[in-house]
């Protein structure tokens, strides 16, 4: 789709089987009424596309695909719960990224300017999440119980705050450039766990039991407290 002329042709279906992608020069575009996309929507090097909205959409059995769209302020999918992958990529002007997710298996946030990722914050489990190069983003805050790939939060904002107190299992996590860090209940590392380039002053690790491969804390020049009592 390179207008909403086209998009409009495919208002009248609620169920849309095959891969959308929209590019070109619109300035901004809405999908109504599709509530399940078996495939893919991307959305890339649409340079003109300011805001984009697919409210009605619930499920997208692929990828959800944002990248390289350098005017896009906005970008709201108020009733995704289910999508396999999400991809947010290159996105130097975008303030807002809303949804209802609640069911995702990979998920990656790279070089955006958002400074909330709220979309995501109630989601249970899910395979990789990887959060890096958003210099706007301060603060994430996370209900995930396990991660059974990679965690990665890396190079955000300054003075970033995480917090994953639900967290209880994760194969690998990575953490570097942020300046407070809470695994309140984090049990089980099934390869490794990573803190490097940090400036945390303190870290609870207290329940953690299990690390199957390596712990590293490297490079955390302000580290004065680290719990490790379990």
């Known amino acids: 789709a390179t207008s909403q002329s086209d998009l409009d042709k495919i208002a009248s279906c609620q169920t849309l089987v095959g891969n959308l992608t929209i590019t070109g020069e619109l300035d901004s575009a809405t ?10 929507l991307v959305l890339k090097n649409a340079t003109q596309l300011s805001n984009f909205s697919a409210d009605n959409l619930k499920t997208i059995t692929g990828s959800l695909t944002l990248s390289d769209l350098t005017t896009l302020t906005s970008a709201s999918f108020r009733s995704l719960i289910r999508v396999d992958t999400i991809d947010l990529v290159t996105l130097p002007a975008i303030s807002n990224f809303v949804t209802n997710l609640q069911s995702a298996n990979n998920i990656l946030v790279s070089d955006t300017a958002l400074e909330t990722i709220d979309g995501f914050s109630t989601l249970k489990e899910i395979n990789v999440l990887n959060i890096n190069n958003n210099r706007f983003l ?42 407070e860090a809470s695994f309140s209940s984090l049990k089980f590392i099934n390869a490794s766990l990573v803190l490097m380039n940090n400036t945390i002053s303190k870290i609870d690790l207290s329940r953690l039991t299990q690390v199957d491969r390596s712990l590293i804390i490297d490079s955390n020049s302000e580290l004065t407290s680290a719990d490790f009592s379990n």
């Open 31 to 40: 999908l109504t009424n599709v509530e399940i996309l078996k495939g893919s």
């Open 138 to 179: 301060t603060s994430f805050n996370s209900d995930l119980t396990s991660v059974w790939d990679a965690l990665d939060f890396s190079f955000n904002g300054q003075e970033a705050e995480i917090s994953f107190d639900n967290l209880f299992r994760a194969n690998d996590i990575t953490i570097r450039g942020v300046h």
